[in-house]
């Protein structure tokens, strides 16, 4: 009986608000999760059937540090979907749809050119709310997933990574805007 009084509480202090924060002009979009935080492989959606390919193991001794996936609707520099990083309490499964909202983006260089990665959280998550703007990212957490980006592909022939830093959520938020343009452009 006590722990059901305490579940009672907890439920009366979280409001609709909290659970349904407004949104204003925020931008809300659908990431699919390809890849869980903590794992190795290297999965990507084969978008003309719709199944997921493991494409490798990543070469190095290093872990994807977040989920990981794109911007459903979305066509990045690199010609693939935007990609996006999912910050949450606990890794979801490749083939999860979370509606989210951008807080931040690692712009990035690769060999193949603009290869950007959208920094996320999910839109209705009250325990994530702080987290409006990449300054409300611990700056821990900034290293770690830049740490990431800079070294995943070192021990992969013909690949590279070059020119990365991080920038905000208004610039996140028109580089997210700019890739939907970019799909309904190219015809598809």
Not at 29 to 43: A, H, L, Q, T
Not at 118 to 132: E, M, N
């Amino acid at each position: 009986m006590p722990d059901e009084q305490v579940a009672d509480d907890v439920r009366d202090e979280i409001s609709e608000a909290d659970l349904n924060p407004p949104t204003g002009s925020q931008l809300l979009f659908d990431v699919f999760i390809e890849i869980p935080k903590g794992s190795r492989n290297k999965y990507e959606v084969d978008h003309d059937t719709g199944r997921l390919r493991l494409d490798r193991m990543l070469f190095t001794s290093t872990a994807y540090p977040e989920d990981y996936g794109f911007i459903e609707h979305t066509l990045g520099q690199d010609g693939d979907p935007l990609d996006a990083l999912v910050l949450l309490q606990a890794p979801t499964f490749p083939g999860c749809l979370i509606e989210c909202r951008a807080i931040g983006m690692f712009r990035m260089t690769d060999e193949a050119g603009g290869d950007d990665k959208v920094l996320c959280v999910p839109s209705h998550d009250p325990r994530l709310q702080h987290l409006q703007d990449i300054e409300d990212v611990s700056k821990f957490d900034r290293l770690e997933i830049q740490h990431f980006f800079e070294v995943y592909k070192d021990l992969e022939p013909g690949k590279s990574v070059e020119g990365a830093n991080w920038v905000g959520r208004a610039e996140a938020e028109a580089e997210v805007r700019a890739s939907f343009d970019r799909l309904k452009a190219s015809g598809h």
